[in-house]
């Protein structure tokens, strides 16, 4: 076992090593070893894991991540850093040449996986667990004799054992006082740091291990809609975890958390949950991040994604471009019902006091009135970034609501409870035909009303107006030549959007509050040109069959890949300077 904060080490040395070493589809489509290509590495991985992280090949990742025998991202590095590393491994873990001659091979991934997970409770001692990396060689005994040669110059104290044929390299880890162990087996050497007292029976017991991961039936399920095949994969058995810290969860998050409601939720979610990937492609000039859930099958986590239940006809029927789109359709009510049901009785009774009070002040019963009558569509939007200004938010607002009639009576009774200079600020009139509630602010008018089953506010009348005119049809969104970004807004996702050239100008219309003197003015331009790059973020999320499938995305012009282009926009830009 090792503690948590080991964990950054290992993985740092195993990458250094690999340097020095190296230093969707639908269920049932195709089986896992067609979706899965890397299966030579991702089999050797025994059936317990509990996480696994597995890295594209060295000459792959070096490519796509810009590093030379001398740089990384495009930045250089300093020479004396560079004679370090020779001087500390043998060779230079960023030339592709000198990792080929120190025995390992930069052509094939390598992985990181962590065994044995126990969360501790209490702070102390931290949450434990074993490490285990993968690293791919040509030459085992070449490899064997680089990790010699450098303990021979920090760690003089390892000792060296064979057995069954398996030649075994072990010392202590000096900082961390973890103990480790290398070995090859297959064309793979094997590199454990964990706090046992010999780590060689760990990794005898790992090479001995003749299942597989990727027999299993969590994996199974999940694999064929993961590419575990490119860039950087990880791999969550979410289901094991629960199972092996049975109770330990729940205590962990009841003493970081300020609630013990909070803590047995988070318990009994992780319960409703199978396994996770998170997965991102290292090559692409686009940031795309993908996560897989995989739910248990009697998931009440499953009950809150309702995409019958999204419904963005308004905010979508406006013609001007929007800035910024907020989506989500879930049910209410059931919402509600699950974290009641999930909290302790002495807090459910709590809540249920502070809804009778709000009901006896108002009138209003919150439950039947207010959750029961919503239908389950959000949405808030913002548009033509250029006319935002402090006046005018062009922001929009809308909710789905199963009884105008109900909401109508919600409303009134609402600005009834509002003291006379508050209720004395709110009018009503006809607009297209609709009542609409008009709230007089001290710089802007907020226009409120209810059309088509959809409560309505908006910030000034024009706006206003065309939300209620509104045809998603005929909106910005019809017109966009992005066509996946186009069928992303207009389909039944989850959705987050933020449009960067139109966010570029709204900030331009209040860039006289963070001007500064002394060339503040250019230096702010620079950074807003540095983002010009950058088209949208637009992350989404929805529900197909047992998994919870999530993109977060980030659509640029970049002609290199994404993490390139970002580091050397951000040595241009130097963003420490005001």
Not at 271 to 295: G, H, Q, R, Y
Request: hydrophobic content about 40%.
């Amino acid at each position: 076992m090792m503690k948590m904060r080991s964990l950054v080490i290992f993985v740092s040395v195993a990458f250094i090593l690999v340097s020095a070493a190296c230093t969707g589809l639908r269920h049932g489509e195709q089986p896992v070893e067609h979706a899965v290509k890397e299966m030579s590495l991702l089999e050797r991985i025994p059936e317990n894991v509990g996480v696994l992280v597995k890295f594209e090949a060295p000459e792959m990742l070096y490519q796509h991540m810009a590093v030379s025998e001398n740089s990384i991202l495009g930045k250089s590095l300093k020479q004396s850093n560079i004679e370090k590393m020779r001087n500390w491994l043998g060779f230079n873990p960023l030339d592709l040449q000198e990792l080929r001659q120190a025995g390992f091979d930069p052509e094939k991934s390598f992985g990181v996986a962590v065994f044995n997970i126990r969360i501790n409770p209490d702070e102390k001692p931290e949450t434990e667990f074993d490490a285990l990396a993968l690293l791919p060689v040509t030459d085992g005994a070449a490899a064997m004799d680089t990790i010699r040669k450098g303990l021979e110059k920090e760690n003089p104290l390892f000792t060296e054992a064979e057995k069954d044929g398996v030649y075994y390299l072990k010392w202590n880890h000096s900082e961390t006082g973890a103990e480790c162990c290398a070995a090859v087996q297959d064309q793979y050497l094997y590199l454990t740091m964990n706090s046992k007292p010999d780590p060689q029976a760990f990794l005898e017991s790992v090479i001995r291990d003749k299942s597989s991961v990727t027999r299993t039936e969590t994996f199974r399920e999940i694999a064929p809609h993961t590419d575990f095949n490119r860039g950087l994969a990880f791999y969550f058995n979410i289901a094991g975890l629960v199972e092996a810290n049975s109770g330990r969860i729940e205590k962990a998050a009841t003493a970081r958390s300020a609630s013990a409601d909070e803590a047995e939720l988070v318990n009994e979610s992780l319960k409703e949950c199978f396994a996770a990937t998170i997965t991102t492609d290292l090559a692409s000039p686009d940031f795309s991040l993908k996560t897989v859930l995989s739910l248990m099958p009697d998931s009440d986590i499953k009950k809150l994604w309702e995409p019958h239940l999204v419904n963005r006809q308004k905010i979508l029927g406006i013609k001007e471009p929007a800035v910024l789109l907020i989506s989500f359709g879930t049910d209410i009510m059931e919402y509600y019902k699950t974290i009641t049901d999930k909290i302790s009785g002495e807090r459910s009774g709590s809540l249920k006091t502070r809804m009778d009070e709000f009901e006896q002040k108002t009138g209003i019963d919150p439950e039947k009135e207010v959750l029961g009558n919503l239908s389950g569509s959000m949405n808030l939007a913002m548009y033509d970034g250029a006319s935002i200004n402090l006046m005018n938010y062009n922001a929009l607002f809308t909710a789905g609501i199963r009884d105008e009639q109900v909401m109508r009576n919600v409303i009134d009774k609402a600005i009834q409870t509002l003291p006379p200079n508050k209720e004395g600020m709110i009018s009503r009139g006809k607009i297209c035909g609709k009542d609409a509630y008009i709230v007089n602010g001290p710089m802007t008018k907020i226009y409120a009303g209810i059309d088509d089953n959809t409560f309505v506010v908006a910030s000034g009348k024009p706006l206003f107006e065309k939300a209620l005119n509104a045809d998603k049809n005929k909106g910005f969104a019809a017109n966009l030549i992005d066509e996946q970004l186009k069928e992303s807004l207009m389909g039944k996702r989850n959705i987050f959007y933020l449009n960067i050239d139109e966010s570029v100008k709204a900030v331009n219309s209040f860039a006289m509050f963070f001007r500064e003197p002394a060339g503040g003015e250019q230096k702010f331009k620079d950074k807003l040109d540095a983002v010009s790059g950058f088209k949208y973020v637009l992350a989404s999320s929805g529900l197909e069959q047992d998994m919870i499938k999530s993109e977060l995305k980030v659509e640029t012009r970049f002609t290199r890949p994404f993490f390139v282009e970002v580091a050397e926009i951000a040595y241009d830009a130097d963003w420490e300077k005001p």
